[in-house]
């Protein structure tokens, strides 16, 4: 494939064509070893991740799942903050307005230090939150609102659903971590602190 072509491709259908054949070398065995190609980097195109999970390219959404999940398996988030479609011959920049998965169902099973939560992506990750995937809570905007994000793979976080949300709160307990008590919620062994238990106790006034 020659430099410039995924730049160059002027629709979805013809873009994930191309990132098909170029990544066909993994043999279609798990996903594309991404970390360890380094390929020129060939500019930007127009495509966007929107928070709510939705991708599109150049202005149009891409409403094919398997195009979406295609793409998902060569995106890579870079030490310099950007995240780029990424093949063995070329690297080009997309925009993410949040991040660029977003974790649409979730499993506990277990009790206590036992317990294990189980996210599935939209684009059919599946990841056990843990020490290799952990999760972190932010409070964003001016609503204060809680955004918990799981780390998929390299650099890549899922954003939590609002639904999913609410279900992974639910399962929060107050544990003292580095003598402060801590809202938080357990998985594979780890503890997620969300928030100091006292801000808590002032949001649910």
Known sequence: ?????????????????????????????????????????????????????????????????????LFSTVLRKDEDGRTYLVT??????????DAPFLAVEMNASGKGDAQTLTFRTNVGDVVEAGPEHPLRFVIAGE????????????????????AVMYDLVALGETIAIDGVDMFAVRSGGRVFPVMPAAELDALSR
Request: glycine content about 12%; some cysteine; aromatic content about 6%.
């Open 1 to 69: 494939m020659a430099t410039g072509e995924i730049r160059e491709s002027t629709d979805a259908a013809g873009l994930a064509a191309l990132i098909a054949r170029a990544s066909a070398e993994t043999g279609g065995r798990g996903l594309p070893p991404v970390e360890r190609w380094n390929p020129p980097f060939c500019g930007d195109i127009d495509m966007e991740i929107r928070a709510d999970g939705t991708w599109f390219y150049l202005g149009t959404p891409i409403g094919r799942a398997p195009l979406v999940r």
């Open 88 to 97: 063995p011959v070329e690297k080009v920049g997309i925009r993410v307005v």
């Open 143 to 162: 609503n204060s609102e809680l955004k918990p994000y799981l780390l998929v793979r390299g650099r890549l976080e899922a954003l939590v659903s609002r």
